[in-house]
């Protein structure tokens, strides 16, 4: 019987970090700071993050639903109803269907999640996790193919091949049960619990592959939960998913060349360069909400206030701060009006107009619109620990 269940498996423990555990505490905790600065942004912010985890995690095998199509799904949050929907319809193609139902079979899981801690998670939970994210997809069987899902059930067969080139045969089936047991152990007894812990469930779990089908969805989920319940997910504003889709060709080949070679840290390696990019993109759709909510109520704000004859002014004024994302110094903005054909007398007098009335805050030498200055704050501690580890923000260009 093995002692633990790298043992049992053939893996090398961790090693070789590419950060330090200081790096990653701090950017933690510069993450866990924006909600809090934040606040009446926040629901918006948790909102938006959960749409691009479910999608992420919907498209983890290469699905063709757009995420525009994804946000004009509606969510039917009863089970049978939602299955009965997508079998009745008679305009969506099969393909269509099953896209649309494993989005919403994953966004009703996310609706009820929780932050789970190792401790927490049993075998029958996961079970029970797998059903929820695939129940009624066998039913498209051209598109599921002959790896079907049997929602919620555990794999009864060692048919199952993990990736496409050099494929990799996970371990017998029959003992499945006893390395989750063996998994869910090992973690639930470590008196602490550190980002690369959750990193390291990820691929151990993965080569298992406890179910047919579907045992990425689980594993994103579960490590959502993780995150959440250990502090690395910003409230529920942070997750790894999109990274993984993004970065969908690096994320195959770390967690299979991991696989392969029966190390973890390849993968863990992979997802902690992740976890700070995912952090700078949280930064940015936050600062996106920022700028829109702005942007609606400057509108308001020269439909109500400014004279009919200068609100052409203003607009030019409004696209010019947001060209400079709602932060910037009297020359920025000069400039930038410069370019759209204004003089430095037009611009000026919007600029005072703007703080006289109080739509924008002047402060040690820039101006800048509400809660920018709260999230430029944190958004500099940030860049200054990529500067010192070499982390490109562009890496995250889709």
Known sequence: MAKNIYEALGFKPSSGAIYPDAVIQQASAIFASLPD??????????????????????????SELTEKEAESVFLTPETEARLKKYQDDEVLTDRQKYERLEFENIESVENNISPFGFKDITVGFIKKLHYDLTIGL????KTVGVSKYHSGSLRQSNSTKIGKIRPITPPDHKRIME????????????????????????VLFYTI??????????????????LHHYGYGAERTLSLAAYYDIKKDDSHFFL???????????????????YLLSGHAMFSYTSDLILKQFTDNFRQF?????????RPDYKAALRSIVSLEGLFTHGDFVADMKKRGYTLGVSQMILKDLRDKGILAH?????????????QEVMEKLLKLFFEYGISVGELDR
Do not use: C
């Not at 592959?209 to 993780?226: A, I």
């Not at 070679?261 to 997802?271: D, G, L, Q, R, S």
């Not at 402060?363 to 999230?375: A, K, S, T, V």
């Open 37 to 62: 600065k934040l606040s009446s942004l926040k629901a918006l912010a948790i909102s938006k993050a959960v749409f691009e985890e479910t999608y992420a995690i919907s498209t983890a095998e290469y």
């Open 302 to 310: 020269t439909e109500l206030t400014v004279k009919e004859t200068k």
């Open 179 to 202: 390395f989750l047991k063996l998994l869910l152990k090992e973690f639930s007894n470590r008196k602490q619990i550190g980002l690369k812990d959750i990193l390291e469930f990820h």
């Open 138 to 141: 066998d039913r498209y069987t």
């Open 363 to 375: 402060q040690d030498g820039r101006y800048f619109i509400h809660r920018m200055d709260g999230l």
């Open 256 to 274: 299979l060349h991991g696989l392969r070679k029966k190390e973890v840290t390849p993968f863990v390696n992979f997802a902690l360069r992740g």
């Open 209 to 226: 592959h406890p179910f047919q089908n579907g045992n990425k969805r689980v594993v994103r989920l579960l490590e959502s939960m993780l």
